[in-house]
């Protein structure tokens, strides 16, 4: 089994893999769109009104420029008049500068309208970031929440899904990217527009000046953007090194073996690699875009020089080569921006590859389009027949041949060796996974025609590597049943039943006290009491079906007794599934699966076992010599 895409999109987004070519990157162009449509569910409001108000702006820069000219060929007409002011109260009451004053207040309002429309664009843009950031974020936990366990363990989707979740925080450069090229090209429509009347063709000369320029730019782009693809597993090895060399988990191990010093220079050399090839492309970026970036330069100074001309020849004015001096300049940015910025838009779109293609991964263990209801008592229970199943690019079966049934209301355990296929066997029954030979049947009728949260919600898992939350202890428990979070009785109820109660009241904030060493104000507990407080988690889900998958592992002996006995005392017309090393906690079950390389060696009670003088009895003999 493997994850899968959907059928529909497969034929049109093809994943660069390497170093992405001209038409990946123009292909990756396909990808704005959806990223629009997203910005516009975020807030449609927000969006028009950062639109609106960049459309105003758009029109400000040719404006301003204008009213320079205007300005200047004032202030040219009034030295030219000759007349002498003693001082400026005489010019003022002349009446004569009336004019010129306006044109200065019209300039000064543009240019302070200006800088204010820019600080509420800014202002905008960041509440649509944020917005967009935490919306894209939802989004993908929750499409993650859907994919299979096996999605998880992939290490080819780890890559992806750590790139999606850089592209949740890192691409909303690209909508102020975007909306600014839409806002620079309208300001290059309305400075071509005035200098059209001029001289039209040396508009075309700037924009074949900057092509260079743009080709390159798109060049170290694309290979900017490839870099950082093929370095994806490197940097999660670099944050794995930083989380393990600096947390709570593993300080201790850490100064026992003195592994700093390992950590350290185990991070410095992958970091410096990482630094060196970004360095390198950088050193040929900076090198190659300084000479094609001259391009562009040579090509304003030729339309500045035949402005200049023209106006010694008297065709313009001085005004008038203020204005198309300033405005091939401005024209000249705008357009190098407009170019480059296209490229860069170009090579971002690749990066919207990484999160669009993660949410076009489709899970393969789904509820039926028309699922049979859960039975509600189950009455016969589960049937395993001929039931294989292998991991992965494995060529070792984890499980292979397995019939057996687990009757309704009967506590069964599982034992065997490690590797010996008793975890997979229980994430099969909880439908984690789907077998890759034969099937499960849950009174009579397969696990694949029952709706998959039905049928997780009535099975209750702790595993060995429970999750170690990092919230209050009554939450901890409270999240095996999530719509019973805050029912305290009931949080209270299934502590006292995995014997977590007194562990808790010894809290300084009892149930409200946040555990864990993650936050400032959390109190860490021992492994046997995390544990305790975990099983009060199975206990809190109150299902039809529990499983104990080696919990107990941090208790000692007595304690795994206790808990155990206790478990199956309380599970009474439950049907239940016990893993365990220990064999004197197991002997308390109903019946006893052997499991031995995948396959099903014997069953039976302990007594059962013990007079067969199989594997168990052996491994029941070597653990009690080791109490002796």
Known sequence: ??????????????????????????????????????????????????????????????????????????????????TAYGSLMAAWQSGQLAHLLW?????????IGSDLLGRLISYGDALLSELFTNATSVKLMEHAATLDLEDFEDPDLQDKLDRARRQTMGRMNLMSQLFGQVQDAITVASFAAGLLVYAPWLIVLLAIALVPAFVGEAHFNALGYSLNFQWTPERRQL?????????????????????????????????????????????????????????????????YAYIAWRTVKGD??????????????????LLEGLLVGFSQVAGQALYLDDLFSFFEIRPEIHSPANPVAIP???????????????????????????????????????????GA?????????????????????????????????????NIGVIFQDFVR???????????????????????????????????????????????????KSGVDLSGGQWQKIAIARAYMRDAQV?????????????????????????????????????????????RILVLNEGRLEASGTHHELMAQGGRYAELFELQAAGYR
Request: aromatic share 10%; proline share 3%.
């Open 239 to 303: 944050e794995y090194i930083r989380q393990m060399g600096a947390s709570v988990e593993t300080a201790k191990e850490v100064k026992i073996f003195n592994l700093n010093r390992f950590f350290i220079t185990r991070f410095r050399e992958l970091s410096d690699r990482f630094f060196h090839a970004n360095r390198k492309l950088a050193r040929r970026r900076a090198f190659w875009g300084t000479l094609l970036a001259a391009l562009g330069t040579l090509g304003y100074y030729v339309a």
């Open 469 to 519: 939350y990092h919230l209050t202890a009554g939450e901890n428990i409270g999240v095996g049943r999530i719509e019973a979070m805050y029912d305290r009785d009931r949080i209270r109820a299934a502590a006292h039943r995995a014997m977590a109660d007194q562990v808790i009241d010894a809290l300084p904030h009892g149930y409200d006290q946040l555990i864990g060493r993650r936050f």
């Open 103 to 111: 044109l200065l207040g019209a300039e000064l309002a543009l240019a």
């Open 421 to 457: 296929g008793k975890t997979t066997l229980v994430k099969l029954l909880a439908r984690l996974y789907d077998p890759d030979e034969g099937r499960i049947l849950l009174d009579g009728r397969d696990l694949r025609e029952y709706d998959l949260d039905e049928l997780r919600a």
């Open 1 to 82: 089994m493997a994850a899968s895409s959907d059928p529909s999109a497969a034929g049109t987004r093809s994943r660069p893999a390497g170093n992405p070519s001209l038409r990946d990157r123009f292909n990756a162009l396909r990808n704005l769109p959806p990223f629009l449509r997203q910005i516009w569910a975020t807030s449609p409001a927000l969006t028009l009104t950062t639109l609106g108000l960049r459309l105003v702006r758009a029109f400000l820069p040719v404006a301003t420029l204008y009213i320079g000219k205007l300005i200047i060929d004032e202030a040219v007409r009034l030295v030219g008049l000759g």
């Open 376 to 418: 509600q008592p189950i009455t016969r229970g589960f049937v395993f027949e001929n039931v294989g199943f292998r991991y992965p690019d494995a060529e070792r079966w984890a499980l292979r041949g397995l019939d057996f049934e687990l009757r309704a209301g009967e506590v069964l355990a599982l034992v065997g060796e490690n």
């Open 546 to 590: 529990m499983i104990l998958d080696e919990p107990t592992a941090a208790l000692d002996a007595r304690s795994e007794f206790e808990v155990f006995q206790r478990f199956k005392e309380l599970s009474d017309e439950r049907t239940a599934v016990l893993i365990s090393h220990r064999f004197s906690s197991v002997r308390m079950a109903d």
């Open 316 to 333: 313009f004015s001085i005004g008038d080569l203020t204005f198309l001096a300033g405005s091939f300049l401005r024209l000249r940015q």
